[in-house]
């Protein structure tokens, strides 16, 4: 199993401190949470120094974090979401990130023509992606009225029909939400493009929030079951740890870096120890 990590799982860290802190920790790989990027390139650095910063510390960028607002808005708001997810796609191909997670918001009541339009949008968000080399993993959000749960955001995937668009899985949006094993038999072909592995404390699901993440085997979730479903769909990409938990984030970064690791190496040991 091929790890990374998020790093806003780390808080809200300078970008270069949050990659050093991945590489001590043993982490080759992090996904972009791309808001950290910005920041950096905004207080006068350029995007060769912020691939300087991966390169100096042996990262490579597995994915990145993310876009939004683009599958059902019309006239300046998809103008303007177009044009902001323009210039992550283009940061993406700077950084080396070939995935980006594309969340999937929309109308708050949906009805079945606001899916087709969702379709027919996912197709020009892919276009224009992929002509920066950049793949969309489209995430289905627990709570979300729009795609909710795996079985629609499959549904999507299935009617824009991309070769590079596929399934953001985020485990905890997967049993937080509406979402239910006998989901992964309704893919019907859908690809998962890029997975965010998480647990969560015991609490009705109801009641769970993001801040309510845990490093995977503490919490919860039938995390061993969750994952080899999702390897049985054939995924075989990074692992990427994204977290909001408070107390990661209190943390000193390299000392929260080493926890994260240190889970993941365990869970793998304790998932090859079950198979």
Known sequence: MRFCLNPITLGERDYPVAIEASAKAG????????PHVEKFLAAGHTPAEARAVLKDNGIEAAGACYVAGLLTSSGE?????????????????????????????GPAAPTLDDYHNAAEQTREVCDLATSFGVSVALEFVAGFPFI???ATAARVVNDADH?????????FHFWAGRSKMEDFARLRGAPIAFVHLNDAR????????????????QGCFPLRDIMRNIEQTGYDGFWSLELFNADLWAADPF?????????????????TSSA
């Open 27 to 34: 982490f080759g790989a992090v996904e972009l949470w791309l």
């Open 163 to 171: 070769t590079h668009l596929g399934i953001l899985f985020d485990c």
């Open 77 to 105: 708001a998809k103008r303007k979401a177009f044009d902001a997810a323009k210039a992550r796609f283009e940061l993406c191909q700077e950084l080396g990130a070939r995935t980006i997670v594309c969340v999937g918001d």
């Open 202 to 217: 015991d609490l009705p699901r109801e009641l769970l929030r993001d801040s309510d993440r845990l490093l995977p085997g």
């Open 148 to 150: 909710g749960t795996l």
């Open 255 to 271: 000392e929260a870096a080493a926890r994260c690791h240190q889970a993941c190496e365990a869970f793998a040991a304790g998932m």
